[in-house]
């Protein structure tokens, strides 16, 4: 059976707080740019549950409007392009691509799964980032007009590339995320990213895999892999 690990991209892969300077400038505190992820996340959330679709810049574009009128802060033109342009061209973090090689030369597969666009004509995040070459698939939410921890996204994943769920395995840093592929049957591995920690919530499944960067959580997945993924404590 194959094994796929299936990578979040979004403050996972690529750093989030390379946009810090970005709303220093916009809204005289960096922290406003945690509140605007925290919000986009919320109402992207919020658009699948009521039966709508936007693409996810879009969502951050309105997001950021809606946060000015919450600030009393004025967003100009010039504002909503930089800021969707950062969301373009974020940085890798610089665990990762030590990371990923690791797991490439375990002889996993690696595929993306993202709630970002692809965007015709324009590079993707992961390619802004460098980063496209160590997948061979890249999904995104699009396909479904849905967002995660919806289950049809995940089964975007296991539909584009023939494999069942249980030999899937999510490597996020956002427990929401964790959470929603493992009620889609995949297993699930936790980058504690700054910022993110896991939940212990009983009623929720907790990551099999918890780790504080990639190569870390990389050692973890190829040492307890017998020659396949383990199967989630029950």
């Known amino acids: 059976m194959d094994h796929v690990l299936v990578f979040d991209v ?18 005289g505190d960096a922290r406003v740019m945690r509140e605007w992820f925290g919000q986009l996340i919320t109402y992207s959330m919020t658009a699948t549950l009521s039966g709508r679709w936007t693409d996810f810049f879009t969502l951050g574009q309105g ?89 049809q996204v995940y089964r975007l994943v296991t539909e584009g590339i023939g494999v ?28 504690t990213r700054r910022g993110n920690a896991p939940l212990p919530v009983a009623a929720l499944p907790r990551p099999d895999f918890v780790a504080p960067d990639l190569p870390s959580l990389a050692g973890q997945i190829i040492e307890g892999r017998p020659g396949r993924i383990p199967d989630r404590p029950s």
């Open 10 to 27: 979004n403050e996972t892969l690529i750093d989030i707080e390379s946009m810090d300077p970005l709303f220093e400038r916009i809204f």
């Open 63 to 151: 997001v950021l409007g809606m946060l000015a009128d919450v600030h009393g802060v004025e967003v100009t033109p010039d504002d909503v392009a930089d800021v969707k342009e950062a969301m373009r061209t974020m940085p890798a973090h610089p665990d990762v691509e030590p990371g990923l090689t690791r797991l490439l030369e375990a002889g996993f597969r690696l595929v993306t799964l993202t709630n970002s666009p692809a965007g015709p004509g324009a590079p993707s995040p992961l390619e802004n980032a460098g980063l496209a070459s160590y997948f061979e698939r890249r999904f995104t939410v699009e396909a479904a007009r849905a967002y995660k921890p919806a289950p």
């Open 164 to 191: 069942p769920p249980s030999a899937c395995l999510m490597v996020t840093c956002h427990v929401w995320d964790s959470v929603g592929a493992q009620s889609a049957g995949f297993s699930a591995g936790l980058v």
